[in-house]
T-cell receptor, first 117, second 110 residues
């Protein structure tokens, strides 16, 4: 089974701190995604990456950046955390391997709950 | 990406079948229909997906309307462990801007 591992389940940070959320997948997936989940708003896409060093903005990229230096690792960076970034962050990956996008399956990590004080 | 519409919540009795509906009237010809579910305090997990034909796997069945404007996720015998939020999403070839709406919260009564 594919595993998507998020480095921290729970984090508490202070306003203005730089925050790194790490995500690692172990099955050579090409695509990786970062979502945030808030009550009543569903999952919203922040960024996704379709290859090493490649990234695309999602629906809500403001206040976030990402890094994908290696295929298996996709990092979400909050340059200066703010209280409105308190949320559940979910990482996901999908294989691709020459198939149509929708023929793939998303595998999610367990989530990282970030609280910014 | 086309959007989906699902009821906010549904209730079922344990060991009875559950039919979770999803409307996607603006679906395009290359959009796959995916279902995921999210158990409390966990990330979403894949349930099933399909393009045109009905699909079965060990978790569930997916019934796709002939015009593809709606689909139904079928849990054949609901258990308490099936209580979760179920998301229906469309994933097309245009890219990876996947939209997850609010989903359907399924409650299973013993």
């Amino acid at each position: 089974d594919v595993k998507v591992t998020q480095s921290s389940r729970y984090l508490v940070k202070r306003t203005g701190e730089k925050v790194f959320l790490e995500c690692v997948q172990d099955m050579d997936h090409e695509n990786m995604f970062w979502y945030r989940q808030d009550p009543g708003l569903g999952l919203r896409l922040i960024y996704f990456s379709y290859d090493v060093k490649m990234k695309e903005k999602g629906d809500i990229p403001e206040g976030y950046s990402v890094s994908r230096e290696k295929k298996e690792r996709f990092s979400l960076i909050l340059e200066s955390a703010s209280t409105n970034q308190t949320s559940m962050y979910l990482c996901a990956s999908s294989l691709v391997a020459g198939r149509p996008s929708g023929a793939n399956v998303l595998t999610f990590g367990a989530g990282s709950r970030l609280t910014v004080l | 990406d086309a959007k989906t519409t699902q009821p906010n919540s549904m209730e079922s009795n344990e060991e009875e079948p559950v039919h979770l509906p999803c409307n996607h009237s603006t679906i395009s010809g290359t959009d796959y229909i995916h279902w995921y579910r999210q158990l409390p305090s966990q990330g979403p997990e894949y349930v099933i997906h399909g393009l045109t034909s009905n699909v079965n796997n060990r978790m569930a069945s997916l019934a796709i309307a002939e015009d593809r404007k709606s689909s139904t996720l079928i849990l054949h015998r609901a258990t308490l462990r099936d209580a979760a939020v179920y998301y229906c999403i469309l994933w097309g070839n245009a890219g990876n801007m996947l939209t997850f709406g609010g989903g359907t919260r399924l409650m299973v009564k013993p």
